[in-house]
């Protein structure tokens, strides 16, 4: 699936157990379940890419930009899953796939738009399926 737009993971202050600020230092970010390393860039426009192992700032913060998706951030130890979900200025015909559900059920969702911005009519398409294995649309 390709992006237009990066999604941007925090910033998020990055600690350890004594509630430290883990202040530059290095993490990584690998497809969710792989050892395969993520692509990160630098900002969301996607314009340069960042090596890996990454670094939080001066502060502890933990920010970076990657494509929508699921991910597995390792920082001092410590594994965090994640997922980033699509920027708000992608294109709204991009499907993305949820993550699944708590219970394992498959969580996949779908949605469609189309809008016309010179005073027409807009129609929204959606589509999703519960926790609890039930599903709802409009």
């Known amino acids: 699936m390709a992006y237009q ?3 941007q993971y925090g910033p ?5 157990t004594l509630n430290q600020l883990l202040a530059v230092t290095p993490f990584n970010v690998y497809l969710h379940g792989t050892t395969q390393l993520a692509t990160l860039f ?9 090596p890996q192992p990454a670094s939080t700032d001066g502060l502890g913060n933990m920010t970076f930009f990657c494509d929508p998706g699921h991910y597995d951030v390792t ?3 410590v594994t965090l899953e994640i997922t980033l979900y699509p920027d708000p200025a992608e294109p709204l015909n991009t499907p993305f796939i949820s993550p699944p559900n708590i219970d394992g059920g498959s969580a996949v969702s779908t949605y469609t738009a189309s809008q016309d911005l010179d005073g027409g009519s807009a129609s929204t398409v959606y ?5 609890d294995g039930g ?3 409009g």
């Open 42 to 50: 630098t900002d969301w426009r996607k314009v340069g890419t960042v």
């Open 135 to 137: 599903s709802a649309s």
């Open 12 to 16: 998020a202050s990055t600690d350890n």
């Open 5 to 7: 737009y990066a999604a």
């Open 75 to 77: 920082c001092n130890g």
């Open 127 to 131: 589509s999703a399926q519960g926790i």
